[in-house]
């Protein structure tokens, strides 16, 4: 790293809980560097501080959490010490951020343009057609279709990687000297991580721009990291160069999460049922959006005639980019949009033509695990509520639905005392495995699983793995799994079919499909996984 300069450094790092957390500190005595013209990768489970690590540097702590000793040096100034003005100056312009979750980082009122365009118009003097063409500019480096249209749409009317490819735009607005990005590809599939990777790598290069990135992908860590360094519990454990933490690990914690990765090679083929549980035929679904008097309307064929079958007691995972329908699929078959045309047949029940009553009623058959589980749980009501909610609904009584909620709150691996808890007050990772929860607590026959490993770690990823396999054994249960992650899906799925533009364009058993794909766009998806080699190495080793 010759010829580079230090841009911020952390000596020895504090940060104090709030009375009645599971431990005192946050962090522990951290200290790092990152010079000009690096990568930084910080890997560590759910919960061992990563993203608190980076809440401390831009000074954006939630209430009652403090920083309690040590410094954080920029540009020569400890920002532990500078004032709320100061911090406004440096946050945007000096340090730009990527958050987690972009739907909860978005402004939901507000047009994707002008959430960009703030950017400039808070510390520049551009004007507003400057501002404008440099909205489209960044919207095009990030890869997002159509950027004039997308300027214009709401957070909502974006996909999930969409909004994401947003929130990075903004964030590269004002060619920060820092850029922390916390977790930003997780939401995204294959190739457009490979494309973000990318444009973060040519970014860090072009602008010697120095980069902290928060992950869980081991295979991001091997494709874009300088250094590495691995926390555990809010003390970092080990660190060096990305090279030696992933071929020559010492510390037995950064071992096991290397483990934990995901072999990109299937396990040998299991014995499948004769019969359905679902049998879905020709569906589509088609959006129309916006214009007046049907003149300037976006028209969408979200799905188009699509065909699957899911044997009773197997998994089918369906793959695909961003927009590929994979989400508006799942929502087809659990009802909570209606199809335009085709049927969705579940245990002898044409669920397409079913009436929204009799859907009510029967929903408990049938449940889904959604992508964002912050949005997908009503903040003012405890966690152990959302889990037993289904079952009081459909005539449990409320103490043993609050009680059997705790008992699957042991099962995703959660405290059972953590239901006393809000949404808020856990992780990204820990919100997903209380939907998790929340879904199985119906004990339904067809489990839909949209992303439901997405936010969480590679170890957390491992157990939840392996209790929905153990789940689908022990309880026949059958699972419709959607991920943009390749080697999930090779190590979960019976079936596995391939959707790009609404349309499956390959489909059948898992290993032939990873093994010898047929379609161009399966094999590009194949190749655009993040540390393809270190992929294939693991799966080596793993055999």
């Not at 009645?20 to 930084?40: P, T």
């Not at 009773?312 to 209606?338: H, N, P, Y």
Request: proline share 5%.
């Amino acid at each position: 790293m010759s010829g580079t300069e230090t841009i911020l450094s952390l000596e020895q790092l504090g940060v104090r809980l709030p009375r009645g957390a599971d431990r005192a500190h946050a962090l522990s005595n951290v200290s790092l560097e990152i010079a000009s013209n690096e990568i930084l990768c910080v890997v560590g489970e759910s919960g061992s501080g990563k993203s608190m690590m980076a809440n401390a540097i831009m000074r954006l702590l939630p209430n009652e959490v403090t920083i309690d000793g040590g410094r954080v040096m920029f540009e020569g100034r400890d920002l532990c010490k500078a004032s709320i003005a100061e911090m406004r100056e440096v946050r945007g312009a000096g340090i730009a951020m990527i958050f987690q979750e972009p739907m909860t980082a978005l402004n939901p009122l507000r047009t994707i343009g002008d959430q960009i365009a703030e950017m400039f118009s808070i510390h520049t003097e551009l004007s507003k057609a400057e501002i404008g063409a440099k909205v489209l500019a960044l919207l095009a480096d990030v890869r997002i279709p159509d950027p004039k249209l997308a300027a214009k749409a709401y957070p909502h009317e974006l996909s999930g990687g969409q909004r994401q490819r947003a929130m990075i735009a903004m964030a590269l607005a004002l060619d920060p000297k820092l850029l922390i990005a916390d977790e930003p590809t997780t939401a995204l599939d294959v190739t457009t991580q490979a494309q973000i990777l990318k444009l973060i790598r040519d970014l860090q290069q072009r602008r010697r721009t120095a980069v902290m990135f928060i992950t869980h992908d081991f295979g991001v860590v091997a494709e874009i990291a300088d250094r590495v360094v691995v926390m555990q519990h809010g003390v970092i454990v080990e660190q060096g160069t990305a090279s030696d933490v992933l071929h020559h690990p010492q510390h037995a914690y950064t071992k096991q999460l290397i483990a934990a990765v995901p072999p990109l090679n299937a396990p040998p083929p299991r014995a499948l049922a004769s019969d359905n549980i679902l049998t879905i035929t020709d569906v589509s679904k088609t959006y129309r959006t916006g214009g007046f008097l049907g003149r300037g309307a976006r028209v969408t064929a979200a799905v188009k005639h699509v065909s699957l079958n899911l044997p009773r007691g197997a998994t089918l995972g369906i793959v695909g980019e961003s927009g590929s329908g994979k989400s508006t699929l799942a929502r087809c078959i659990v009802r909570l949009i209606d199809p335009d045309v085709g049927s969705i047949v579940l245990d002898g029940s044409d669920w397409a033509k079913m009436p929204r009553e009799e859907v009510r009623r029967e929903t408990r058959h049938i449940q889904m695990v959604f992508q964002d589980p912050f949005a997908s749980l009503n903040p003012r009501r405890k966690a152990a509520e959302l889990v037993a909610q289904g079952p009081i609904v459909h005539g449990t009584p409320r103490a043993k639905a609050i009680a059997d909620a705790k008992e699957l709150f042991a099962l995703v691996g959660l405290d059972p005392s953590a239901g006393d808890r809000y949404p808020h007050e856990f992780s990204g990772g820990q919100r997903q495995r209380i939907g998790l929860a929340r879904a199985l607590a119906l004990k339904p026959d067809v489990l839909i699983a949209d992303e439901p490993v997405s936010a969480l770690d590679v170890s957390v990823q491992a157990q939840v793995l392996k209790l929905l396999a153990g789940l689908r054994q022990r309880l026949g249960l059958s699972i419709v799994f959607i991920t943009h992650d390749l080697r999930v899906a090779a190590q979960i799925c019976d079936l596995v079919a391939v959707m790009k533009d609404g349309e499956v364009v390959e489909h059948g058993l898992a290993g032939e499909v990873f093994g010898n794909p047929q379609h161009p766009y399966t094999r590009a998806l194949l190749d655009s996984i993040p540390g393809g080699a270190f992929a294939r190495e693991h799966a080596t080793e793993a055999v």
